[in-house]
């Protein structure tokens, strides 16, 4: 197995201390269906960047649907992290990231991941 391509649970923003952090004062940018906000850590842990993934129950009644939705934009995540990470490893920058998914109905895979490539290109150039 390679280890670039796994998400780790020290990749992952579990803490309510980091989600707070996160959420409190930061930034953000959009690619439809995905809504990024992002914020420099404050204190190194090791790990370039830490993600959450959230859909609202508001917009995707059914679990299943949002549960499948968490799946895809992780495995998207996962996909392209590797080019993201060494970006970040070469500024010395440590991110908290959230992938907040804004669109009402389920999308197809190829929609998700050309928008989270998208995303990460733009924070790329505003960082």
Same mark, same amino acid.
């Given at each position: 197995?390679?280890?670039?391509?796994?998400?780790?649970?020290?990749?992952?923003?579990?803490?309510?201390?980091?989600?707070?952090?996160?959420?409190?004062?930061?930034?953000?940018?959009?690619?439809?269906? +995905?809504?990024?906000?992002? *914020? &420099?850590?404050?204190? $190194?842990?090791?790990?370039?960047?830490?993600? !959450?993934?959230?859909?609202? /129950?508001?917009?995707?009644?059914?679990?299943?649907?949002?549960?499948?939705?968490?799946?895809?934009?992780?495995?998207?995540?996962?996909?392209?992290?590797?080019?993201?990470?060494?970006? +970040?490893?070469?500024?010395? *920058? &440590?991110?908290?990231? $959230?992938?907040?998914?804004?669109?009402?109905? !389920?999308?197809?895979?190829? /929609?998700?991941?050309?928008?989270?490539?998208?995303?990460?290109?733009?924070?790329?150039?505003?960082?």
């Amino acid at each position: 197995m390679n280890s670039g391509q796994t998400l780790s649970k020290c990749e992952r923003i579990s803490a309510q201390k980091d989600i707070g952090y996160l959420f409190e004062s930061s930034s953000s940018c959009a690619a439809h269906p +995905l809504l990024v906000v992002y *914020k &420099e850590r404050k204190e $190194a842990s090791g790990v370039p960047c830490s993600i !959450l993934v959230s859909v609202s /129950k508001k917009r995707i009644k059914k679990a299943v649907n949002r549960n499948r939705i968490k799946r895809l934009i992780r495995e998207a995540y996962r996909l392209h992290k590797n080019e993201w990470l060494d970006f +970040l490893r070469s500024g010395n *920058k &440590e991110m908290l990231v $959230a992938f907040i998914y804004i669109d009402t109905k !389920l999308c197809p895979y190829d /929609k998700l991941a050309t928008s989270l490539t998208k995303v990460l290109n733009e924070l790329k150039t505003k960082l």
